[in-house]
C-alpha cells in the first residue's frame, strides 16, 4: 500500500485515480436549415450518436455514475454539414462539429471543433445521405476524443504541458499555458499563427489575447495579410482586445485609410473599445471621439 501511495506522489494524483470525464447536460442544434432532411434524421437522433461518441471516447453520463467526485461537464453542440454549399457534385460530405464545455466552478468555456468527410458513392439522394451521416459521425467522434484529450490536460501541470510537443495535444496545452500566463506559450503560440488550417490559428489567437503580451501585436498584424476581409476584421479586434501602442498605431492606420468602409469601421470600434478600456471608459461615457 505504501508503495502504491508513493507511486501516486511521483506521478500525480489525477492519473493514479484516472477518473473519466462526467458529462450532464447535453444540447445538440442542427445548424443548418436542411441539414435534418440531408441527414434524414432529426436532431435528437443526432444528439443520441452525440452521446454515444462521448461514451467512446470515455464519457460517462452522470445518471450513470453513484458517487461522484466533482461537477459534470455541460456539453453544448453544434452541427454543420457542408456539403450542400460544394459546387462540385463529387464532392465529399464534410461536417463540422463544435463543442462548448463549461462546468460549475469554472469560469472558462472549452471549445473543441470536430471535423468529418466521407466520400459519395454515387449521386443518388441515397447515397448522398450516407455519405452525410458518415461525415456527421466522423465529425461527432473527432470533437468527442478532443474533448477527452482537452479534459485529460486541466490537471496536467505547466512542465507537464510544455512537454506535449505534437499535434491536437499541442494546441490544447498551449491554450492552457497560456490561459495559465506562462510566457513559454508566446513564441509556439506565434508560430501557429502560419498554420493553414483555421482553427489552429484562431486558438493561437485566443492564446494570444490570453498571454496579453504586446509582442505578439507584430505576428499578429503579419497573420492577416494573407486572409480574407472577415479574417482581417478579427484581427482588428484582437489588436484592440491586445493593445498596446502598436496595435493603436496599426488601428489608426487602417482607420482613416483602408479602402473599405467596413474595415475602417471595425478598426474605429476597436480603437474606441482599447481607449474606453485605458481611461476606466471617460472617454465612451462623455461621448467623445
Not at 198 to 218: F, H, N, S, T
Request: aromatic content about 2%; hydrophobic content about 45%; glycine content about 10%.
Amino acid at each position: 500500500m505504501k508503495r502504491g501511495f508513493g507511486l501516486c506522489l511521483l506521478i500525480g494524483l489525477s492519473a493514479c485515480r484516472a477518473e473519466k470525464p462526467v458529462f450532464d447536460k447535453l444540447s445538440l442544434e442542427l445548424a443548418g436549415a436542411d441539414d435534418a432532411s440531408i441527414l434524414g434524421q432529426k436532431e435528437a437522433e443526432v444528439k443520441e450518436a452525440l452521446g454515444a461518441a462521448l461514451r467512446g471516447a470515455g464519457f460517462v453520463p452522470l445518471a450513470e455514475v453513484k458517487e461522484p467526485k466533482g461537477p459534470a461537464w455541460k456539453i453544448q453542440a453544434a452541427v454543420a454539414l457542408d456539403e450542400v454549399k460544394s459546387l462540385e457534385p463529387d464532392a465529399p460530405s464534410k461536417a463540422t462539429v463544435g463543442l462548448l464545455l463549461s462546468r460549475k466552478g469554472e469560469g472558462t468555456d472549452r471549445e473543441i471543433v470536430g471535423h468529418g468527410e466521407a466520400k459519395l458513392k454515387g449521386q443518388s439522394l441515397d447515397e448522398r445521405r450516407d455519405a452525410a451521416r458518415a461525415s456527421v459521425e466522423l465529425g461527432l467522434k473527432d470533437a468527442a476524443s478532443g474533448a477527452a484529450l482537452m479534459i485529460s490536460l486541466l490537471a496536467k501541470s505547466d512542465a507537464d504541458l510544455i512537454a506535449v510537443k505534437e499535434g491536437r495535444g499541442r494546441d490544447y496545452a498551449l491554450s492552457l499555458l497560456a490561459e495559465r500566463k506562462n510566457p513559454a506559450a508566446l513564441e509556439p503560440l506565434i508560430e501557429k499563427l502560419k498554420a493553414d488550417d483555421l482553427d489552429q490559428v484562431r486558438r493561437a489567437i485566443g492564446g494570444l489575447l490570453d498571454l496579453k503580451d504586446p509582442r505578439a501585436v507584430p505576428a499578429l498584424i503579419e497573420a492577416s495579410r494573407a486572409r480574407d476581409d472577415m479574417f482581417q476584421r478579427e484581427i482588428v479586434f484582437a489588436l484592440g482586445a491586445l493593445g498596446g501602442d502598436e496595435a493603436e498605431a496599426y488601428l489608426q492606420i487602417i482607420a482613416e485609410g483602408h479602402d473599405q468602409p467596413l474595415m475602417r469601421a471595425s478598426a474605429q470600434q476597436a480603437l474606441d473599445e482599447l481607449h474606453a478600456r485605458r481611461d476606466g471608459g471617460l472617454v465612451r461615457r462623455q461621448g467623445a471621439p
